[in-house]
Each structure stands twice: as C-alpha cells, then as structure tokens.
C-alpha cells in the first residue's frame, strides 16, 4: 500500500503558505491511505504503528553508538539470541519499513508530531536493503529532515530495528540477493538482509499493463504516461505543476486527474534490485532521464521540494526556482489495504 506523506500544507516557489485548494501540490490531494488516530500504541517499551502495523522500540537508539552495517545486523541478530523486550523476530528494517515512519510535515525529527520515541538522534539511520548502483553501500535515512541516500557498509551509522505485527501493509521492496561489506554475493540465508527477508506484499506479474499512452501499475493502481517526460527538459517545479495543470485541461489519454506524483508515489515505482534506471527490469517506459520533481514541498526548507533520482534510486531534494528536474505526471488513486483500523 502507499502512505499519505503527512504533508497538509501547500507552499509557492518562495517557501510561503498557499491556499491548497488554488494548487495541484501533496498538501491538497494527501494521495495514499491515511494516518489513524492515534497512530501509535505503546505497551511495554514497543510501538506499534496502526498505519503499518509494524512494531518498534519506543527506545529509537537501543545501540547508544554508530555501528557499521555489519555490525548493526548482527546486533539485531544478538537481540533474538536475548529474546530482546520479549521477541526473537527482531530485523533490521529495509528502506520501505525505515521509511513509513517519516512524516513530511515534520522536521528535527521527520516524525509524526504525535510520536511517543524516545532517544530519537536527528542523524542517519541503517536499513537492511543493499544499494543496488554499488552493493558495498546500503541504504539509510536521515531523521533530521526526511533525506534517504546510501552510504558505504563500513561507515558507522545508527541501528533501529523492527517486528511484524499481524501483517504486512507495505510492499517489497524488490531486492533479492545479499551482499557482503565489499560488495561480494553471498548466500542470503540468515543474513537478516532485505534479500534475505523479503518483507512485505509480493508484486503482482505482471506488474504492469501497458496502453496506447498510459501504463497501469498493477502493485499501486496508479497510471503513468509510457513517455516518462513530460515537458521534453528540466524545468523548474512550478514549471512542473504549469505542465501538469495544462494535461489535466487537456485530458490526456481520456483523464482529468494528472498531477505530479508525491514522493511516495514516485518511490514506488523503485525496484531496489535494479539501477540505471531504478525500475522493475522488463518496465514499458521510455525517454527516462536522473531526476523528478515531486509534489511533495521539503518542510525542512520550504522553497525546496522533494526529487527521485532515478539512477540510484534516491530521495533527496531539489530548489524549487531552478529548472533541474523533469516531469513524469501520475493519475488515479493509490489502492489501499482494507481493514485498517481509524
């Protein structure tokens, strides 16, 4: 399933406030399957978040000190050896898991405002999942303002590890093998690696429908043009939203619903098996180019707005005046899981 990013609020090119309703940003669609209230429950030390189910420590730091990449899986491996807070199902989350914590109307940290962590470090957190451009760094997310980028295996980050609750609500993220430090295959049994787990919702095959101009995302629901670039150059992100609003006019492919995607929904399209581009091998789409603007507005420096990079894979993020980044406009709503709990 996709999440709403937790963005409500719309912003101009110069970081103001703008009215939503007047704009085709995240602030006024909110796509994707929104936030219960209360989010979290906390019993015991653990919390479980009732938008994934998925179950952390309130402790955001249980390891005190940075650790290697090895050294984090290993001391999760060490926590179900200690049967830690009562579990022996402890992983280290993957990219999609470290991910669905983040809110994007939130910065120092980039969490819900209603979060009950505790010993939350605004610096990089460790994911299991493998950089596919270069398997000798891994991914990690930045709990000051959102970023997600890779860092080499040997560098030393933090470790917040997850548990399963009754099911899985996010999909897989795509990777299948395991790699050692340097960057070598290895076998992935017990490695405790995202190749190893495979959490999550297995992608449907095929997983897309391709049409005459639109491609169906069978995992997400969501429509894409086959030409991955809309305006034929980099242009700047009102640039982005002017060409999208003219698609909308212009119903194209028979819809008046484009938009430009929020971050979630352009990381979706990631396959974190694959690089140059990011995307499920055998993907129908043509004219890709590096980067993408999203809809989503950066709350940490709002004049800025998030980016898919879409060679590595990454999420980081652009200024908001200069003409960088291309458009690759979505139509459609996100599917959702039923049975979530308000």
């Keep these: 399933m996709l999440l709403q990013t937790g963005q409500t609020i719309c912003y101009d090119e110069q970081g103001r406030e703008l009215d939503c309703r007047e704009t085709l940003q995240d602030g006024r669609f909110r796509h994707g399957l929104t936030w219960p209230r209360p989010r979290f429950q906390v019993a015991e030390q653990l919390v479980t978040d009732r938008l994934t189910d998925l179950v952390w420590p309130q402790d955001a730091n ?13 001391a999760v491996a060490q926590m179900n050896r ?12 993957n990219r999609r898991e470290m991910r669905s914590l983040l809110s994007y ?41 959102a970023r997600m980028f890779y860092g080499r295996k040997d560098q030393y980050f933090l470790m917040w590890p997850v548990r399963a609750g009754d099911g899985s609500r996010l999909f897989q993220t795509g990777q299948n093998r395991c790699y050692d430090p340097d960057g070598l295959e290895i076998h992935c049994n017990g490695s405790g690696q995202d190749g190893d787990v495979r959490f999550g919702q297995t992608w ?8 005459p101009e639109t491609v169906r995302d069978e995992l997400t629901g969501l429509y894409w043009p086959v030409h991955a670039d809309l305006t ?7 640039d982005a939203l002017r060409a999208v609003a003219q698609l909308r006019k212009s119903r194209f492919a028979g819809r ?12 979706s399209l990631v396959d974190c098996a694959t690089h140059s581009p990011a995307l499920p091998l055998g993907h129908p789409f043509h004219h890709l180019g590096e980067g993408y603007w999203s809809s989503t507005t950066s709350f940490f420096e709002t004049d800025w707005a998030w980016v898919l990079y879409l060679r590595k894979g990454a999420l980081g993020v652009g200024f908001k ?22």
């Design 105 to 145: 109307q939130a910065k120092r940290p980039a969490l819900a405002k209603d979060h009950p962590f505790v010993n939350v470090v605004h610096g990089w957190y460790w994911t299991s999942t493998t950089a596919a451009i270069n398997p000798a760094y891994a991914w990690y997310v930045h709990l000051e303002g």
């Design 204 to 211: 449907p095959s095929p997983r897309f429908v391709v049409g």
């Design 82 to 93: 200690d049967q830690m807070l009562g579990h022996a199902d402890w992983r280290l989350p």
């Design 62 to 74: 249980l390891g005190e000190f940075p650790q290697t990449w090895s050294e984090a899986l290993q």
């Design 321 to 342: 005046r200069n003409p960088d980044f291309l458009v690759w406009p979505v139509a459609g709503t996100p599917a959702s899981f039923s049975g979530l709990p308000r």
């Design 232 to 238: 034929g150059r980099p242009g700047t992100w009102s």
């Design 256 to 267: 008046d619903d484009w938009r430009l995607p929020n971050i979630n929904e352009l990381e």
